[in-house]
């Protein structure tokens, strides 16, 4: 039966196998051996479809985590894992898809793309330490795969024989049938007027030109559903190259310049922070027409850029940490980095009280803690001595977890919370500005006040059309203003 299928299947079609299933076997993979020619090209045209259903002119909601998970699912089912590795890379999506059940944001989606690429890295066959890199690649391989498995179809089509027409035994075997079954249709016509009303309406259908715009959404969804089809195929691609051997050469980074970086560094660094001790913490004056939340604004973004920098000079100076003194200068840099970033925080936390929070604000103290945190992680990487891939695994785990803890949280309402929280409101016409998160805090305060807080402008909180619309953030904040609407 196959070779019967694969007579009418092109040379070129077979020799690359674009258009199979995966037929592979290894300790975590099953066999398909049943595979038929069309079910890669078949589910493909079945998810585009889905893909239409689901996304296409609507407001992203839950529909777009149904369709990630219909997608992931099928490569799973194609990709031929079994057992414990099934089941660990459906966790694996069932992670990704969370933020977009949440709330569908750039952040979100970003997510659901890196978590998808590494559940097809992983079908793929690769694992650590190889899985990060191959799931950083695979949006720009598997798209490029698509677009040459396309041009290989298309080329073996046109390239395929075509049968000879003979128009003679055309007409002999089609004339009697298509001429007599004109005759009685036309007659059946005149015979039944519903019929011939339902012609005359369909004459008046005017043929619409395509939507250009659907046609791309389609071909987008193509690239993205295609490689997630044939992850197999993608193993040797997606696999890094081998590490270089990097020999360490004498340049502007040696142990001299290292150690004398360090001393400078060291007193500098001491300067600001002794200042900030005594400015800060010690209630000393300010100089003549400066505030507090002047010297706050004019510190606290600078001291996080510095320690940043600081940061990545560490990592380049750890390889010369070996030496005793080095070690120790680094340590104190590094602990009085740590210094800097808590000055930060104190002079932001100033700022914030006098003059409100605002998202960008929110993401500086939230970085903060990021730094502060892998210069932790590094204090400890170099009084341990441990390697540097140690310390870059471990910050790499701890941006991805604050990123992905992130999409969880409704900044706009916590903005909202924090300025509304006084008689007076800070920053009213920025919180009035905000996202539907900040609803709830303006109609509780506006519920305690008694008046209106946004003059012009203020944001709306949306009612899903549909459950292709619903989302759970949407969901709560909906619930919370009908709880307030229902005690008032």
Known sequence: MKQAILRGVPLAMQR???WLGPIERGPERSVHSGASWWLGPGVLVALIALGDVLVWQTVPGLSLALFGALLASAALALSGLSGRALALAAGGVALSLAPLVELVQPLSVLIWLVGLAATCAFAAGLRRPQLVRAALRFWVVGPWSSLQDAYAGATALRDAPRPRVSIIAFVTDWAVPLGLGAVFALLLVGANPVLDRWLVDL???GVEP???GRILFWTVLALLIWPCLHVTRLTERLRPAPPRQLVRRPGLINAASVSRSLVLFNALFAVQTVMDAVLLGGGAELPAGMTYATYAHRGAYPLLVTALLAGGFAVMANPFADRPLIRALLLVWI??????VAASVVRLELYVDVY????LRVAAFIWMGVVATGLSITFAQVATRQSTPWLLN????????TLYACAFVNVDGMVARHNLDTPAPRDAWYVCQLSQGAVPAIIAWEMIHRRELCDYTRPYLRTPQD?????????????????MERTQ
């Open 16 to 18: 690359d196998g674009w």
């Open 203 to 205: 004459s008046r259908i």
């Open 210 to 212: 395509p939507d250009m």
């Open 335 to 340: 602990a009085q980095t740590l210094g800097l």
């Open 356 to 359: 409100g929070l605002t998202r």
């Open 394 to 401: 471990r910050c790499g785990l701890l941006g991805a977890v």
């Open 467 to 483: 459950w292709r619309e619903w989302g759970f953030r949407n969901a709560r904040l909906r619930h919370s203003v009908a709880g």
